[in-house]
């Protein structure tokens, strides 16, 4: 059965968590990790980029000069895109880019993350965070743990006073644990949870 060291925020060794096997004991899926993470990214593209066609710049109604004699090129209008203020050749349109990804697909693809998560020793669990706000005392609790770089930080609720801690800190990402998904673990090099978190990620998503 997987399992995982528990410390406290001063990174001494408290105890020792049983994992959900059908959680984080769940064989590496590279290509569904994939394609979870490419429709998050693409799902939050806007995709209001417009400019005008030749057809819908205002002006350019009339031929600029007659078509021979003049010694100038031919042209047609003062719209057509090789002009200064002309329109623009397959001009991109508002579009949307979303990809849509079955429930299970990607319930199994946050099971893959968080089990290489915990295969690769990238995985650390706290049982609490306990701070007054401080950006100095994130700070700290991220130099007890030995984290200097990227870290995807999962806490039970809000915990307002953590967030607050930490969202000065660079390097530092922190989710509750109802919002966690594959893009941020992916993204991160490590993942810090609380053990109140993982109990609630465990009931949200074995199998």
């Not at 105890?15 to 959900?20: I, N, R, V, Y």
């Not at 593209?45 to 350019?60: D, I, N, S």
């Not at 600029?64 to 003062?78: D, E, F, N, V």
């Not at 993942?191 to 009931?203: D, L, S, W």
Request: charged letters at 25%; one cysteine or more.
């Amino acid at each position: 059965m997987a399992s995982i060291k528990v410390y406290n925020q001063t990174g001494a060794q408290t105890g020792e968590l049983e994992l959900d096997e059908s959680v984080f004991g769940v064989e590496y899926n590279e290509g569904l990790i994939h394609q979870v993470v490419v429709a998050q990214a693409n799902n939050a593209r806007q995709g209001t980029k417009c400019t005008l066609t030749r057809t819908e710049v205002r002006g350019g109604g009339r031929k600029p000069w007659r078509q021979k004699g003049t010694g100038h090129a031919r042209q047609g209008s003062i719209r057509a895109p090789q002009w200064i203020k002309g329109g623009v050749v397959f001009a991109p349109k508002p579009r949307d880019f979303s990809q849509k990804v079955n429930i299970k697909a990607r319930r199994n693809a946050l099971r893959s993350a968080l089990s290489a998560k915990l295969n690769d020793g990238d995985m650390i669990a706290v049982d609490k965070f306990e701070v007054g706000g401080k950006t100095k005392e994130a700070a700290a609790i991220m130099k007890a743990l030995n984290i200097n770089k990227r870290v995807l930080i999962v806490v039970d609720g809000e915990n307002e006073m953590f967030l607050r801690a930490a969202k000065n800190i660079p390097f530092v990402r922190v989710l509750p644990a109802d919002q966690i998904n594959v893009k941020e673990l992916v993204e991160n090099a490590k993942c810090i949870m609380t053990v109140p978190a993982i109990k609630k990620i465990e009931e949200a998503y074995k199998a």
